[in-house]
């Protein structure tokens, strides 16, 4: 599971971003890809994200991943950022690294992902979107975005299945996660973890403490 939030290294990583004068830089490239396009951004970014993992817990979720080969470079990079911080005296800790799966791409190689991260986080919006081919941002198509679809679900299944044989947590974001309509299937799959607005919290809650998995798990079979 993740850990909760931490005040004092969310300040902290404020401080550092600020300095940096990141905070208000616009791309044009999306998730993951500014990182590697883009590298002496990126480094700046995991430089204060290191150095504010020292003062307690972060996790780092990289987004848009579709390839085991984005993750190597990323890890390239990463340790040749905490070398530059050992040279410098610079301490740090060592935060969990994560990845988005938002692309079929990413659900169809997610064993392969899954041995080479700390965790997953299904972002059902974009994955809804590019499985079906419906542009969200296109109100005309909206009839034909259906993130319940048996291959979103079934997508779903596959990589948390891949993230469990691994070792690692498997969460699902996105507005899939809030929808109770579905939270005793997530809890059938072996979803670890839905991340959901505050309103959401409570009934989802009641559903998981009132579900017994095992009964509801023969019922879906």
Not at 20 to 26: A, K
Not at 93 to 99: L, N, R, T
Not at 119 to 128: K, Q, R, V
């Amino acid at each position: 599971m993740s850990n909760p939030l931490d005040t004092k290294v969310i300040s902290k990583l404020a401080e550092i971003l600020d300095k940096s004068n990141l905070t208000e830089l616009e791309y044009e490239d999306e998730g993951c890809r500014i990182c590697l396009t883009r590298e002496e951004v990126f480094r700046t970014q995991l430089r204060a994200l290191y150095r504010a993992s020292a003062y307690g817990t972060l996790s780092i979720m990289f987004p848009m991943i579709i390839s085991v080969k984005e993750i190597l470079r990323i890890k390239e990079i990463v340790e040749e950022v905490k070398a530059e911080l050992d040279e410098q005296g610079i301490a740090y800790g060592e935060p969990k690294q994560g990845i988005m799966i938002e692309t079929p791409a990413a659900v169809m190689v997610s064993g392969e992902l899954a041995k080479e991260v700390d965790f997953f986080s299904i972002g059902t919006n974009d994955l809804t979107q590019y499985t079906l081919a419906v542009d969200r941002q296109n109100p005309k198509l909206d009839r034909f975005f259906d993130p319940h679809h048996p291959a979103i679900l079934a997508m779903i299944r596959m990589v948390v299945e891949n993230a469990h044989k691994a070792g690692i947590w498997a969460g699902i974001c996105g507005e899939l996660g809030a929808d109770t309509s579905l939270t005793k299937e997530f809890l059938a799959m072996g979803v670890d973890e839905l991340s959901v607005s505050a309103g959401s919290i409570l009934p989802i809650r009641k559903i998981i403490l009132e579900t017994d998995l095992s009964q509801y798990g023969k019922d879906i079979k």
